[in-house]
């Protein structure tokens, strides 16, 4: 006579209506994924892999174990890079996988209070609001424009706030008062033979501390023959709430932008940032249950194409020539790379301009730690993944190191201050930037 099987726990539960089942089976625990995962090459420990994870999940619904806090804790060090799905023989969509576990465990979490008033803050009524992030902007410039930052570095206050707090403020760029739209309207026409019409995804963040990178964004699409229309009414990717466990509200985010999108006219929508474009072309799984915008989803995901990409499909560009040669390294963006199949683009605009020397950095596409906002939520193996790859950046001797997407330009600006060789002048710019500073206009 058979044991009697012993009911779930409410997150087994949970889980088990939530996981895609034939995802976690597919799964042949062949081991390829080890080598390419940044949490097991630092750990050297099995949990810390995709194939462990995926076993505990797995374990969770077969009611094989019971879900506690240390397996909250294995999902919670995922960086969520993804590099794990080119190197999977099987195909396993680990992403899928891992946004499902967080999203389960999110439903059955206890905050402390602090993280629970942070989240609120963040979460629901700060990044969705455009209005708010704008006023962000402006409390951040009055930050740095009036002195006060002068004051707290200088009087130490900073050491109040957490390391990771104090490294992310002291490499914020130049906040600017406006957005893109307000800067440059909702519409550039194309310079030249008109090549096509591409929208821009200004994103929230990018939007706010980036925003000068969005408007040449735009202006370097024009000279490559794009008319460039930017939306007005679109908002957050939902990105940061799919990787925090919160995909309902990923979900509305993104029934929101296929809206905005679908007003208008266009061959291809832009992104500028790996994070963001690696949701953004996947709207057709966030959307596949929602039979009223699953088939809106699949159309939005379809036009969604890196900068970069766009930039190498459009008229040649033109550019300077500098005096001196300029020796450049390129840092993928890990969503951009392996969710969004590119990097060799952004490689092909750097070899077009004139008298530079492009250098290949070593693991290039291994995550610098950055990971959305895992390096102020993990900022231990944060800071052991970003030593690491500063290592091989001094190595290039490098004076300019690129990359696409704003999380990994400011990890990359915090690593140059901590683990940078002062002797070789490196700077960290967004590849757009650079382009954009040489390009004949």
Known sequence: MSAPVKPLGPLAETLKNKLNYDELTNCMRCGFCLPACPTYEETGLEAESPRGRIALMKAA????????????????????????????????QYGELIEQTLDSIEDHKKHSIPAKVTRKVLLDNLIPKKKRMRQLG????????????????????????????????????????????????????????????????????????????????????????????????????GALYAHSGEMDQAKQLAIHNVQAFAEQEIDVIVS?????????????????????????????????KDVADILVAGNPLAYEQPDNGTKVTYQDSCHLRNVMGGGSAARELIKQVANTEYIE???????????????????????????????????????????????????????????????LNMSAHHLVDFLYERVKR
């Open 61 to 92: 619904v077969d009611g094989v174990m019971e879900p506690n806090i240390l397996f909250e804790e294995q999902m919670s060090h995922c960086l969520g890079c993804r590099a794990c799905e080119p190197a999977c023989p099987a195909g396993v």
């Open 138 to 237: 402006k409390l951040i410039k009055l930050y740095q424009k009036s002195g006060l930052q002068k004051v707290a570095r200088g009087t130490g206050i900073m050491k109040l706030f957490p390391e990771p707090l104090r490294d992310m403020e002291r490499v914020l760029p130049d906040i600017q008062d406006v957005g893109v739209v307000e800067k440059i309207g909702t519409f550039l026409p194309a310079v030249g033979e008109k090549v096509g019409t591409a929208a821009l995804f200004r994103g929230c963040i990018m939007d706010t501390l980036f925003t000068e990178t969005n408007e040449k964004t735009a202006k370097l699409l024009t000279l490559a023959g794009y008319d460039v229309l930017i939306p007005e009414a679109q908002n957050c990717c």
């Open 272 to 304: 500028n940032a790996g994070g963001c474009g690696a949701l953004l072309i996947e709207y057709d799984r966030v959307l596949a249950d929602e039979p009223e915008w699953a088939e809106a989803g699949e159309k939005f995901a379809s036009k969604v």
């Open 361 to 423: 950095l070593c693991e290039a596409d291994r995550c610098c730690g950055s990971a959305g906002t895992y390096n102020l939520l993990q900022p231990d193996m944060a800071n052991q993944l970003l030593e690491r790859k500063m290592g091989h950046v001094n190595e290039t001797e490098a004076e300019y190191l690129l990359t696409s997407n704003p999380g990994c330009l400011l990890q990359m600006k915090s690593g140059i201050q901590k683990h940078g060789e002062p002797a």
